[in-house]
C-alpha cells in the first residue's frame, strides 16, 4: 500500500507454482487485516 512517501509491506511469501495454485485464504485473510491495520496506522499517523 502506498500513501503518498510512505510504503507498508503488508505481506511476503515465496509462491513457488506459476499457475493452478491459488493464494491460500489463510495468506489472503492475513493479507486483509494488516491493510486495515496499516490503512489504520496511517490515518493516525496523518492526524499526529
Known amino acids: ?3 503518498k512517501s510512505d510504503t507498508y ?3 511476503v ?3 513457488k507454482a506459476k ?3 491459488a493464494t491460500s485464504k489463510r495468506d489472503l ?3 486483509r487485516t494488516r ?3 496499516a490503512t489504520r ?3 493516525e499517523n496523518e492526524g499526529a
Do not use: D, P, Y
Open 13 to 15: 511469501f515465496q509462491k
Open 1 to 3: 500500500m502506498r500513501k
Open 29 to 31: 485473510n492475513l493479507i
Open 35 to 37: 491493510l486495515e491495520q
Open 19 to 21: 499457475h493452478g495454485i
Open 9 to 11: 509491506v503488508l505481506h
Open 41 to 43: 496506522l496511517h490515518a
